[in-house]
């Protein structure tokens, strides 16, 4: 299992605890080094009916951390996706950091109840969360680089379950079900990342469950970033974020502002929906 958590004040963390067949028990922090053998296979999981072996135990009422609807003034325009100018440039930067994690078959995903980021419906929020999902299993970017990487994913649909993530940001017994929702976390936390994975020894891990949720009790997000956007996180730009954690890319800090995978967003931009040359650089490095 490991947590990754997109922070407002720039501290993210991320920790890993694993379980091996034989009991086992590891851990291993951020900085610690990951396997790079990506020769697995994807294995069958163990939670066979969800709604029986993994109850549901983090439901939250559909009204907490509500996100008021965004309402963008009529014809203002989405802001463009510009690279900040401090930081090396999209399409030159080429670092990327990897976890010890790989989906070796397809990610099945579901959007939960309740509240979603922006106020969208849940039909709204499938289509910018598809289209976040969309970007990393497509390698999708401004950089002329072509799409080789071989991750895969299907929206299977929506669900009364929820990410099991409590109020906390803490990661809790999984359900069985790969859930994308929205509702209260920690007070830095704008978005959490709960990872489960089959322990592959040598080889890197086999993604088993990976639930996201947006904080709309702390945040305001957006689909629609314009000129006049205050204080408000863009809802595909951090979805794409996440998505890249749920398929084995790490978060990155210092110089990197240009790249999706740095760890600190800011305020309405829309420059993490497509990746720089480190993040595809780093998918490609495990598929």
């Not at 590891?26 to 080094?33: M, V």
């Not at 996100?67 to 003034?73: E, L, R, T, Y």
């Not at 802001?79 to 399409?91: Q, T």
Request: proline share 3%.
């Amino acid at each position: 299992m490991s947590v990754h958590a997109t922070q407002a004040d720039g501290s993210g963390h991320g920790f890993t605890l694993q379980v091996a067949a034989d009991g086992a028990i590891t851990y291993q922090l951020e900085s610690d080094a990951v396997d790079t053998e990506t020769t697995g296979s994807d294995q069958p999981d163990n939670i066979g009916n969800p709604a029986l072996e993994g109850a549901d135990l983090t439901h939250e009422g559909d009204s907490v951390g509500a996100d008021a609807p965004d309402m963008p003034a009529p014809g203002e325009s989405e802001v463009a996706d510009a690279d900040i100018a401090a930081a090396p440039g999209a399409c030159s930067d080429q670092t990327y950091k990897t976890q010890d994690l790989k989906e070796y078959g397809t990610y099945n995903w579901y959007v939960g109840d309740g509240g979603m980021p922006g106020g969208l419906s849940r039909s709204q929020a499938s289509t910018a969360f598809r289209d976040a999902v969309g970007n990393i299993v497509g390698s999708y970017n401004n950089c002329a680089l072509s799409d080789t990487v071989s991750a895969k994913a299907e929206f299977k649909g929506y669900t009364n379950y929820e990410a099991d993530v409590d109020s906390s940001g803490n990661c809790r017994s999984r359900d069985g079900l790969s859930t994308w929702d929205a509702g209260n976390l920690g007070a830095t936390d704008i978005a959490v990342a709960c990872i489960w994975s089959h322990v592959y020894e040598g080889k890197k891990n086999d993604l088993r469950e990976a639930d996201v949720r947006y904080n709309t009790s702390d945040y305001d997000f957006t689909d629609y970033p314009t000129s006049s956007c205050y204080r408000k996180h863009d809802v595909r730009s951090i979805g794409t974020h996440e998505a890249g954690h749920v398929f084995g890319l790490d978060d990155l800090y210092g110089n990197d502002d240009n790249l999706t995978m740095y760890g600190t967003p800011s305020y309405c931009k829309t420059k993490a929906r497509s990746l720089g040359l480190g993040d595809v650089r780093g998918l490609r490095s495990i598929y």
